[in-house]
């Protein structure tokens, strides 16, 4: 059986690989992500994409390395560009904000 496929996004892991928040709300999400990260990934097949890289590699340049290791194993998608013409309809339809396009 095929594996369900999954999109490992920046968040997912700066979750991962951040020090532990004394912020309940944060402090939850990290422990979810480590938990799917070390209990449940296995389960998908994981892609994502150049710009998550580039995301990743962004700050602190320890945090940065550290995001950018936890990704080195999941390969990338193939860009299609139409892929980019879809985001960009959806994007205008939902009213998504201009300075988070990148991310769609």
Do not use: C, N
């Not at 968040?11 to 799917?36: D, F, M, N, R």
């Amino acid at each position: 059986m095929t594996k369900p496929k999954v999109y490992v996004e920046t968040s997912v892991v700066s979750y991962l690989v951040s020090h532990l928040s004394k912020a309940p709300l944060i402090l939850g999400q990290q422990q979810v992500t480590k938990k799917w990260w070390h209990q449940v990934m296995d389960q998908y097949t994981p892609f994502t994409s150049e710009m998550v890289y580039t995301e990743a590699a962004r700050g602190d340049t320890v945090m940065a390395e550290a995001r950018l290791s936890a990704l080195a194993d999941i390969p990338l998608l193939e860009h299609d560009p139409q892929f980019t013409s879809l985001a960009s309809a959806y994007l205008k339809r939902i009213g998504f904000p201009e300075s988070l396009r990148p991310d769609a």
